[in-house]
């Protein structure tokens, strides 16, 4: 007598972990940033001590920036909630998918762009 196993394993799409987009809104009381997205959506990201809050400058001026196709590596500093602003782009990396989602709790870090 033969017996057969047969497995089903679900199938996941792969999940974005980042997005990018603008500041919209603040709330410094309950440490929360509004991102809108490319389009009309808004995202909120909550942001807990653990997430990693920095900022990235070029390493250059405004008066002395480089010749146009001119790489460069941009300095990262650690800033604090204080720090961000409406209007500010920032790019967000999540410790779970962003897809679909409203709000998020699991954010692992925050950068302002330049």
Do not use: W
């Not at 002395?64 to 590596?73: A, N």
Request: hydrophobic share 30%; proline share 6%; aromatic share 8%.
């Amino acid at each position: 007598m033969r017996l057969f196993s047969f497995f089903c394993y679900e199938s996941k799409e792969p999940q974005e972990l980042s997005l990018f987009g603008k500041i919209s809104d603040i709330d410094s009381e309950n440490h929360i940033l509004t991102i809108q997205l490319a389009g009309e959506k808004e995202v909120k990201i909550m942001i807990s001590q653990e997430t990693r809050l920095t900022k990235l400058t070029p390493p250059f001026s405004s008066d002395d920036s480089p010749l146009p196709g001119t790489q460069f590596i941009p300095e990262e500093t650690e800033i604090s909630f204080s720090d961000f602003e409406e209007g500010n782009d920032i790019y967000a990396l999540s410790k779970e998918g962003v897809n679909g989602k409203s709000e998020l709790n699991n954010i692992e870090s925050v950068k302002i762009l330049p």
